[in-house]
């Protein structure tokens, strides 16, 4: 049973930056993809990134294109979520996922399409 980790959450005033890591303790990331979901209250849980560990490809949703990058770290096996520039509407509690093998190019921001979740991290932006 794959179980995720999340860390790096926390309160930001808007512009600021955080990172977040994703990482399941004892098993390689090698054959899966990690997405990171959030999910505000009331609202649904909204795809956010997602990489394909083996090989790097990346998707992002438009509302964080040019703002957010997701990138791995194959010596810690661990995915990180860099936020920079963030907003109000940023504020929700973020999730990372897990599917196998690979991001799906017509449905990876599908909270459907991934199997193993982590507990969540809140992220709160405010002035």
């Known amino acids: 049973q794959l179980q995720l980790v999340e860390s790096g959450g926390g309160l930001v005033q808007p512009g600021g930056s955080l990172r977040l890591s994703c990482t399941a303790p004892?098993?390689?990331?090698?054959?899966?993809?990690i997405a990171w979901f959030r999910q505000a209250p009331g609202k649904d849980r909204e795809g956010v990134s997602c990489?394909?560990?083996?090989?790097?490809?990346?998707y992002y949703a438009d509302s964080v294109k040019g703002r957010f990058t997701i990138f791995r770290d194959t010596a810690k096996d661990t995915v990180h979520l860099q936020m920079n520039n963030l907003e109000l509407e940023d504020t929700a509690v973020y999730y990372c996922g897990a599917a196998p093998y690979t991001c799906n190019r017509k449905g990876w921001w599908s909270p459907y399409a991934f199997a193993y979740w982590g507990q969540g991290t809140q992220i709160t932006v405010s002035s």
């Open positions: 990489i394909t560990y083996r090989n790097g490809q990346t």
């Open positions: 004892g098993i390689p990331l090698d054959n899966y993809a």
